[in-house]
């Protein structure tokens, strides 16, 4: 059982928009803004598409977003393209016992 | 090219060891915090350990603490991981990844190898 939590799989048709939310608790994502998140292909490593929450890497396509509510974070994909289809992984500073979680991934289908 | 690339993986027995090794090049070493994170077959990403530039600050996830020592040697631009008892839930794929910021900690990794496969069974 993964420390963040995140829908199994979620899925959408090309131009739609999808959202990912990744809950956690008061201890990591409630209490820091320190959530990224990475995409991953199969057979390959994982990408940063987002990090502090809400900033995108350089080369990281603006169609990417992130933010957060209390305990939640999103990740919001807009204008999908078949390219976007992969897994997804959030992850947040935890403080100084637990350090990082991460979410146990969501497989993003564009269809 | 910024670039890590891993080594050392394996086929290892339980209770056995193994040292991975991780070459950066591209950009300066010495300056970034860097990670450990693993992927046990088809399954999700799991943090391991992390160090600082200096080698101040060392963590480690609870499920690694007490077998696996994390350590780097920035004249050499490598980063270490040091396993030791290791179980069949050990067996993934370990990734070494830089964190995004210079100095820091906890920010995210924007830069991964590719991976190396340590496979523990008997």
């Known amino acids: 059982q993964s420390a963040l939590t995140q829908p199994a799989s979620v899925s959408g048709s090309p131009g739609q928009s999808i959202t990912i939310s990744c809950t956690g608790t008061?201890?990591?994502?409630?209490?820091?803004?320190?959530v990224s998140w990475y995409q991953q292909h199969p057979g390959k490593a994982p990408k940063l598409m987002i990090y502090?929450?809400?900033k995108r890497p350089s080369g990281v396509s603006n169609r990417f977003s992130g933010s957060k509510s209390g305990n939640t974070a999103s990740l919001t994909i807009s204008g999908l393209q078949a390219e976007d289809e992969a897994d997804y992984y959030c992850?947040?500073?935890?403080?100084?016992?637990?350090?990082?979680?991460f979410g146990g991934g969501t497989k993003l289908t564009v269809l | 090219e910024v670039q890590l690339v891993e080594s050392g993986g394996g086929l290892v027995k339980p209770g056995g060891s193994l040292r991975l090794s991780c070459a950066a090049s591209?950009?300066?070493?010495?300056?970034?915090?860097m990670n450990w994170v693993r992927q046990a077959p088809g399954k999700g990403l799991e943090w391991v350990s992390s160090?600082?530039?200096?080698?101040?600050?060392?963590y480690y996830a609870d499920s690694v603490k007490g077998r696996f020592t994390i350590s780097r040697d920035n004249a050499k631009n490598s980063l270490y991981l040091q396993m030791n008892s290791l179980r069949a839930e050990d067996t993934a794929v370990y990734y070494c990844?830089?964190?995004?910021?210079?100095?820091?900690?906890?920010?995210?990794?924007?830069?991964w190898g590719k991976g190396t496969t340590v496979t523990v069974s008997s």
């Open positions: 990844a830089r964190d995004l910021v210079r100095g820091s900690l906890w920010f995210g990794m924007d830069v």
């Open positions: 591209g950009f300066t070493f010495s300056s970034y915090s």
């Open positions: 160090i600082s530039s200096s080698s101040s600050y060392i």
């Open positions: 008061s201890s990591d994502v409630g209490s820091y803004n320190l």
């Open positions: 502090e929450v809400s």
């Open positions: 992850c947040s500073y935890a403080g100084s016992s637990t350090h990082v979680v």
